[in-house]
């Protein structure tokens, strides 16, 4: 019905996309020049001598080892968070109990908990339990704090599956297990997918529980290589963009297959 | 174990359709036990602990002393304390101030059927994606006064140098948040636009009413819970920036940009005091929480409830 294309809102859609889209430039082609290279062409100029050298000494300096403690982190984040959340997003869906609804309050609750509130008693208990400085104290929280946003985007795909498949489940006799495996799980794949995108992009993109938690260069992981970085080299900004750049790119490649999955998620936790 | 759980399931299954009609095995509390325990361990003890925490001095080793309330008093009388709650209200305020106008405008835009929407919310989408981290290290090289963007627009921007003044520092901490954040939130309006019922507007086109008066008296309304939502995590997120502080301003110039999150950063993890850090931490959720229950009474929204059970 609505035939008028909005000309003004377009208008500020495109000046919003400049804004989004000139710092990417920026980066990506400050990423490939050397420093005087970058220096005589500016930073909005066209590259004009193309080099990798950038990338090159960004992993002679250690990043290869903070990619690989990322993935690590990344990795184990997902594990944790798919072998919890499906059931419990079943229970609340499906369960009656008093126990499960209280749960449910809780990770509702658990949406507004910033890390900011927690880090400190973290950090006394990370390093009680003898886990500081270890990736396994980085995983756990990390994989906590993933846990309430998942629960609600699976539980909500998990409510469009139809009462009438549970009765005729329930026809044939089948067990709690028998429903979860043959019929949950299968037709909440899309969720699954959206929780796994998630979480993996929360950990990839983790920087407080790992600034906090590890202290050596063997259990650094690639946002805080940025940050030292940063720190140390700030003078060398195509270097330093390089690195940026390559912290990114698994993600967008990621996004680049599975954006249907993560933007649908999320627009179920706000749009509902 | 199948058995077990069948027969479990068959007699519960009676049960049920003694009372009622239901006859399908229902999962029990067991299967929301692992993340429950999972949760309650590294979320909500931590935040039991860190009110305990508040009232305690530790240094990082040892073990924590009793210290009564003197963390809270001295934080009261702290005039750094204070200043950064103004800032990081402050900083809240002006982000949702900024962010709401335009994922609003920018979500409805985008719930429409325009040609190239697609391609256009895929790119608005790439800063959501970034950490953080990347996205300050991107935009403290970009607002460099030697070499970057304010270097080259000296008519637009002055000195250049951005973060050298409170004024500045803030305004580019305001702008770094909405150029993260605003994806999202226009998400949120996009999604609520979405399911916005069409009828509404063919009636108000029957009745004459032009696109603005569609907006402001079918569009806007309708938006409310999204609204609600939308704010109450720039409120949470606003007062907890703290990547984007640490790395773009480290609180400076000065303590011109010392919000709380960060102050509390520096007192537990620079300064070894803990304990006043735990209490700046409990703070802050305090005002978090209360700022989120005015905003859900001021608009009338208290159907948690039922927002809870339509998830």
């Known amino acids: 019905m609505r035939r008028r294309p909005n000309y003004l809102a377009g208008l500020a859609s495109i000046v919003w996309l400049v804004l989004v889209g000139l710092p990417l430039y920026v980066m990506v082609s400050a990423s490939v020049q050397d420093t005087s290279g970058f220096s005589a062409s500016g930073p909005l100029g066209l590259p004009h001598h193309v080099t990798f050298s950038n990338f090159v000494s960004d ?61 400190i008693p973290m950090f006394y208990l990370i390093s009680k339990a003898g886990l500081y400085d270890n990736l396994i104290g980085v995983i756990l929280p990390t994989a906590a704090f993933a846990l309430p946003v998942c629960a609600l985007v699976l539980s909500g795909v998990m409510r469009d599956i139809s009462p009438e498949l549970y009765e005729a489940m329930a026809i044939d006799g089948a067990s709690s297990w028998r429903v979860f495996f043959r019929l949950v799980l299968p037709l909440s794949k899309s969720g699954v997918s959206t929780i796994v995108v998630f979480s993996a992009l929360q950990a990839w993109n983790g920087f407080l529980f790992p600034l906090v938690l590890t202290q050596s260069n063997s259990t650094r992981v ?23 750049v390559l912290s990114m790119v698994p993600v967008l490649l990621v996004y680049l297959f599975a954006r249907r999955a993560l933007v649908q998620g999320l627009m179920g936790v706000g749009g509902k | ?36 325990v999972f949760f309650l361990l590294f979320a909500i003890v931590p935040l039991v602990l860190v009110a305990v925490l508040s009232f305690v001095s530790w240094g990082g080793l040892g073990s924590p002393q009793w210290a009564g309330v003197s963390n809270w008093t001295k934080l009261f009388h702290d005039p750094v304390m204070l200043q950064s709650l103004w800032l ?54 970009l607002l460099d006064p030697n070499f970057g963007i304010p270097s080259q627009a000296r008519w637009l921007f002055g000195s250049g140098n951005l973060l050298g003044s409170q004024a500045g520092a803030m305004g580019v901490l305001v702008f770094v948040g909405a150029w993260q954040y605003t994806p999202f939130h226009t998400l949120i309006y996009q999604g609520a636009a979405r399911a916005i019922p069409r009828v509404l507007y ?85 005002v978090a929480t209360i700022i989120s229950l005015v905003v859900v009474r001021i608009s009338g929204y208290d159907k948690m409830r039922s927002m809870a059970e339509g998830v």
């Open chain 1, 59 to 119: 992993f002679s300096g250690g990043f290869g080892r903070y990619y690989l403690n990322t993935v690590i982190v990344t990795v184990s984040v997902v594990a944790v968070v798919l072998l919890v959340v499906p059931p419990l997003a079943y229970a609340i869906v499906r369960g009656r109990g008093f126990l499960t609804r209280g749960a449910f309050r809780m990770f509702l609750l658990g949406l507004a908990i910033p890390a900011q509130a927690v880090i």
């Open chain 2, 202 to 286: 063919q009636a108000a086109e029957i009745d004459g009413a032009g696109r603005v008066r569609q907006f402001l008296h079918i569009t806007l309304p309708q938006l409310r819970n999204a609204m609600i939502t939308s704010m109450i995590l720039m409120v949470v997120g606003g007062l907890t920036t703290f990547d984007t502080v640490l790395i773009l301003t480290q609180g400076g110039p000065g303590t011109d940009t010392t919000i709380s999150a960060y102050y509390m950063y520096r007192k537990a993890f620079q300064g070894f005091d803990f304990g006043t850090g735990s209490a700046i931490a409990l703070l802050l959720v305090v």
């Open chain 2, 1 to 36: 174990m199948t058995s077990i759980a069948r027969t479990v399931a068959i007699r519960r299954g009676r049960q049920r359709s003694a009372a009622g009609t239901d006859r399908v095995a229902r999962p029990g509390f067991a299967w929301a036990l692992p993340a429950t």
């Open chain 2, 88 to 141: 990081s209200l402050l900083l809240t305020v002006l982000g949702v101030a900024v962010q709401t106008p335009v994922s609003i405008f920018i979500g409805v835009w985008a719930a429409g059927y325009q040609r190239n929407r697609a391609v256009l919310s895929a790119i608005y989408f790439v800063p959501l994606l970034l950490s953080a981290t990347a996205i300050s290290v991107l935009w403290r090289a």
């Open chain 1, 222 to 244: 690639i946002t805080l290589g940025l940050y030292d970085f940063q720190t140390e080299f700030g003078v060398n900004v195509p270097a330093m963009l390089a690195a940026v």
